[in-house]
């Protein structure tokens, strides 16, 4: 699949953005005043400016509040709504934080949880295709999570937590690489499938149907790039879970802060990969992949 | 709503024989340029006459070779464009309602002035059968020609799609998959019509009818039996006399 700049900015900074607002509903960084008032500016900033991010990408952005419309079926729909119900949860939170008075406790949890299901939802969009195998798979919402949540906590300064929750990350990206690799076979889905002339024999491309580019080959059949997805695999895992998980283990703000930008490469660098590895089964019709 | 019917009356789709299929692009060509007017954004063509032309189609032939176990390989010839499935995953995935599945005849339909051209129904289609136009950004994909089957404008003849009425060896049939007695209905059940990628769980309408068998034995090469001439006469013994040498 191509990986557009928009949806990995997008799907990077709104999760890094809930995950870390999630923390800051719940109570885990106890800040007031103007701290309190930065500190949930970057929250929304990352969350907004992340959804703002996925707009781009529309063919058609002036029309973007229909996307609000099919929640019933869609996950795309319904990310829309988590998010918007998410960011107004929010907000008492932040001004009670910011001018000091009081939020229930019930709320806080609400607002967290619509948080957390923001990042499920948005999660959901790419598990839920069955012709990119890869993404099939009921870890991928547990990855997400684990991105939103380790770099939410790094974020909010939570140096024990952070540490274990970003051990979880490495777990899950290294699981994620190993049985993802296996999913496209086990999807099942082969030219003798896609064309229905395998029990004939082996199939093989004889000509292509166009010999210029078109929306499938540019959009679904990206293959630039992945040469490098080993050393892109090492560094994804090493910037966005072993390194921080190290620096949050020594702890101090500083370093923590410093462990958020490293975790920013490698979550950048694994949305990526995402992306760029991810084998949409309409290649089997170009005898690409 | 994006939401898949229970069921719908009619099932409009195609049987497409890759038997008599010749791989000539008349359905491709015809297909862009009825597209090209009335119905929705015309299909648009991007550096048309320039080094890198690209444009939307709603079909395509592709050309696959078929090598069996023992015995010369085949060419096929493959048009592939939607299959209206019955389980439609690029319906359920459109956000805005842009996308649907008509309960009346079960034609997947796309609203073009509700598609906000997200991509996600064309990420959703094994088949490859949707394609983002670059001039319009919205999404593109095969009607069954809604615009010509129940159009009374048109003589009879002429209502169905365009790339059945135009294909010249009769390749493409077009009708109701819900009738068992409609002539596509009935060349399904003879030849045996198969679904593309059953594993996806589609349920496709449209049905692929596959190469019949072979009468004669296909021989690797139609020049076979002249590739092992025997040499007579002073041919041969310059042959035998240069084979010893």
Same mark, same amino acid.
């Given at each position: 699949?191509?990986?557009?700049?928009?949806?990995?900015?997008?799907?990077?900074?709104?999760?890094?953005?809930?995950?870390?607002?999630?923390?800051?509903?719940?109570?885990?960084?106890?800040?007031?005043?103007?701290?309190?008032?930065?500190?949930?500016?970057?929250?929304?900033?990352?969350?907004?400016?992340?959804?703002?991010?996925?707009?781009?990408?529309?063919?058609?952005?002036?029309?973007?509040?229909?996307?609000?419309?099919?929640? @019933?079926?869609?996950?795309?729909? @319904?990310?829309?709504?988590?998010?918007?119900?998410?960011?107004?949860?929010?907000?008492?939170?932040?001004?009670?934080?910011?001018?000091?008075?009081?939020?229930?406790?019930?709320?806080?949890?609400?607002?967290?949880?619509?948080?957390?299901?923001?990042?499920?939802?948005?999660?959901?969009?790419?598990?839920?295709?069955?012709?990119?195998?890869?993404?099939?798979?009921?870890?991928?919402?547990?990855?997400?999570?684990?991105?939103?949540?380790?770099?939410?906590?790094?974020?909010?300064?939570?140096?024990?937590?952070?540490?274990? %929750?970003?051990? /979880?990350?490495?777990?899950?990206?290294?699981?994620?690489?190993?049985?993802?690799?296996?999913?496209?076979?086990?999807?099942?889905?082969?030219?003798?499938?896609?064309?229905?002339?395998?029990?004939?024999?082996?199939?093989? /491309?004889?000509?292509?149907?166009?010999?210029?580019?078109?929306?499938?080959?540019?959009?679904?059949?990206?293959?630039?790039?992945?040469?490098?997805?080993?050393?892109?695999?090492?560094?994804?895992?090493?910037?966005?879970?072993?390194?921080?998980?190290?620096?949050?283990?020594?702890?101090?703000?500083? %370093?923590? %802060?410093?462990?958020?930008?490293?975790?920013?490469?490698?979550?950048?660098?694994?949305?990526?990969?995402?992306?760029?590895?991810?084998?949409?089964?309409?290649?089997?019709?170009?005898?690409?992949? | 709503?994006?939401?898949?019917?229970?069921?719908?009356?009619?099932?409009?789709?195609?049987?497409?024989?890759?038997?008599?299929?010749?791989?000539?692009?008349?359905?491709?060509?015809? *297909?862009?340029?009825?597209?090209?007017?009335?119905?929705?954004?015309?299909?648009?063509?991007?550096?048309?006459?320039?080094?890198?032309?690209?444009?939307?189609?709603?079909?395509?032939?592709?050309?696959?070779?078929?090598?069996?176990?023992?015995?010369?390989?085949?060419?096929?010839?493959?048009?592939?464009?939607?299959?209206?499935?019955?389980?439609?995953?690029?319906?359920?995935? *459109?956000?805005?309602?842009?996308?649907?599945?008509?309960?009346?005849?079960?034609?997947? +339909?796309?609203?073009?002035?509700? *598609?906000?051209?997200?991509? +996600?129904?064309?990420?959703? *289609?094994?088949?490859?059968?949707?394609?983002?136009?670059?001039?319009?950004?919205?999404?593109?994909?095969?009607?069954?020609?809604?615009?010509?089957?129940?159009?009374?404008?048109?003589?009879?003849?002429?209502?169905?799609?365009?790339?059945?009425?135009?294909?010249?060896?009769?390749?493409?049939?077009?009708?109701?998959?819900?009738?068992?007695?409609?002539?596509?209905?009935?060349?399904?059940?003879?030849?045996?019509?198969?679904?593309?990628?059953?594993?996806?769980?589609?349920?496709?309408?449209?049905?692929?009818?596959?190469?019949?068998?072979?009468?004669?034995?296909?021989?690797?090469?139609?020049?076979?039996?002249?590739?092992?001439?025997?040499?007579?006469?002073?041919?041969?013994?310059?042959?035998?006399?240069?084979?010893?040498?």
């Amino acid at each position: 699949m191509h990986p557009a700049p928009s949806v990995i900015i997008f799907s990077v900074l709104s999760g890094l953005g809930f995950g870390f607002m999630c923390f800051m509903a719940l109570g885990f960084l106890p800040l007031t005043g103007l701290w309190a008032f930065w500190a949930w500016a970057i929250g929304y900033a990352l969350a907004v400016g992340g959804l703002i991010a996925s707009t781009t990408h529309l063919g058609n952005p002036q029309r973007a509040l229909k996307a609000f419309s099919q929640w @019933r079926s869609s996950w795309l729909s @319904r990310e829309g709504w988590a998010a918007v119900l998410a960011l107004f949860a929010l907000a008492p939170i932040a001004l009670g934080d910011w001018l000091g008075f009081a939020v229930p406790y019930a709320w806080r949890g609400l607002a967290a949880a619509l948080a957390v299901i923001t990042v499920v939802c948005t999660a959901m969009i790419y598990t839920q295709i069955k012709a990119v195998p890869r993404w099939h798979h009921w870890l991928t919402p547990v990855m997400f999570l684990a991105f939103a949540l380790a770099g939410g906590a790094l974020l909010a300064m939570q140096a024990t937590l952070s540490f274990f %929750l970003l051990l /979880v990350l490495a777990v899950v990206m290294l699981v994620l690489f190993f049985v993802g690799d296996r999913q496209f076979a086990r999807a099942g889905s082969t030219m003798g499938t896609a064309t229905g002339l395998g029990a004939r024999g082996d199939v093989s /491309v004889f000509e292509q149907p166009h010999t210029g580019g078109n929306y499938l080959l540019r959009e679904m059949i990206f293959v630039v790039g992945r040469k490098h997805a080993m050393k892109l695999r090492v560094i994804a895992v090493l910037c966005a879970a072993v390194l921080p998980a190290l620096m949050a283990a020594v702890g101090g703000v500083g %370093l923590m %802060l410093v462990a958020v930008l490293v975790h920013l490469v490698g979550a950048f660098a694994a949305r990526w990969l995402f992306f760029a590895e991810a084998e949409h089964v309409v290649g089997l019709y170009y005898g690409k992949r | 709503m994006t939401c898949l019917p229970d069921m719908t009356q009619k099932k409009l789709g195609l049987a497409i024989d890759l038997d008599t299929c010749v791989g000539c692009h008349a359905c491709v060509t015809a *297909c862009k340029g009825w597209n090209d007017q009335g119905y929705g954004a015309p299909l648009s063509d991007q550096d048309a006459y320039g080094a890198e032309p690209s444009g939307t189609f709603l079909n395509r032939v592709h050309s696959y070779q078929v090598q069996p176990a023992q015995g010369a390989a085949q060419t096929i010839n493959f048009p592939r464009s939607c299959l209206h499935c019955e389980d439609a995953p690029c319906v359920t995935v *459109c956000p805005t309602g842009a996308s649907y599945k008509r309960v009346e005849d079960g034609i997947v +339909l796309v609203n073009e002035s509700d *598609c906000i051209g997200c991509g +996600l129904c064309a990420w959703a *289609c094994p088949y490859g059968a949707r394609e983002m136009d670059a001039d319009e950004g919205v999404m593109k994909k095969c009607t069954l020609c809604v615009d010509r089957i129940y159009n009374e404008n048109l003589p009879e003849e002429d209502r169905e799609p365009a790339c059945v009425r135009t294909c010249p060896t009769g390749a493409r049939h077009f009708g109701d998959f819900n009738d068992p007695d409609s002539k596509v209905s009935q060349l399904a059940a003879a030849r045996g019509g198969f679904d593309l990628m059953p594993e996806m769980g589609t349920k496709p309408t449209n049905k692929y009818l596959p190469p019949r068998p072979k009468d004669q034995r296909l021989e690797a090469s139609l020049l076979a039996p002249l590739l092992d001439i025997e040499a007579k006469g002073f041919a041969g013994w310059l042959d035998r006399v240069l084979g010893k040498i």
